[in-house]
């Protein structure tokens, strides 16, 4: 896709998840081959911008409008993220497996729900509908988590 319609994209879905025009939103494109991630989002609540970034280079989704959509939805979900966090931070000592265990409980669910809310809106207005199963192909099959495991029998 190129940039000019992936920039559209962004100011689609601004718009859209009516995000604009109390924030300002700009996408900014990642072609460093050494960055891991397909898309993030740094927030500055202060001064109410926000910069959506994209790999342009070795993405591992393909769909990059529910990428758009998804890291909008943070932005739409920071309050409660924020509130969430230093719930966590201010009842538990860092490094402690209460700590761990509601950070990672949080911060799964975080994904899980932004991840859903994108692929319903994707669903309902996107341009392209088609979900990104790249994370997916490259996990284990259900089949290969067993190998190696002793039979029970």
């Not at 000592?93 to 950070?103: I, L, P, S, V, W």
Request: net charge negative; charged share 30%; proline share 2%.
């Amino acid at each position: 896709m190129e940039k000019a319609e992936l920039i559209s994209l962004l100011e689609k879905w601004s718009s859209k998840l009516r995000i604009t025009p109390a924030w300002d939103v700009r996408l900014q494109f990642v072609e460093d081959r050494d960055w891991r991630k397909t898309g993030d989002i740094k927030i500055d609540c202060d001064d109410r911008k926000a910069i959506v970034l994209l790999n342009m280079v070795n993405p591992k989704q393909e769909n990059l409008e529910e990428i758009i959509i998804h890291e909008l939805l943070h932005l739409k979900m920071y309050p409660l993220d924020q509130v969430t966090e230093s719930l966590i931070t201010s009842n538990f000592k860092e490094g402690t497996a209460e700590y761990d265990f509601a950070y990672t409980q949080f911060f799964t669910a975080l994904e899980q729900t932004v991840e859903e809310f994108a692929k319903c809106f994707l669903l309902e207005f996107g341009e392209n509908k088609n979900l990104s199963f790249g994370r997916c192909s490259q996990q284990k099959s259900y089949h290969e988590l067993f190998d190696g495991l002793k039979n029970l029998e």
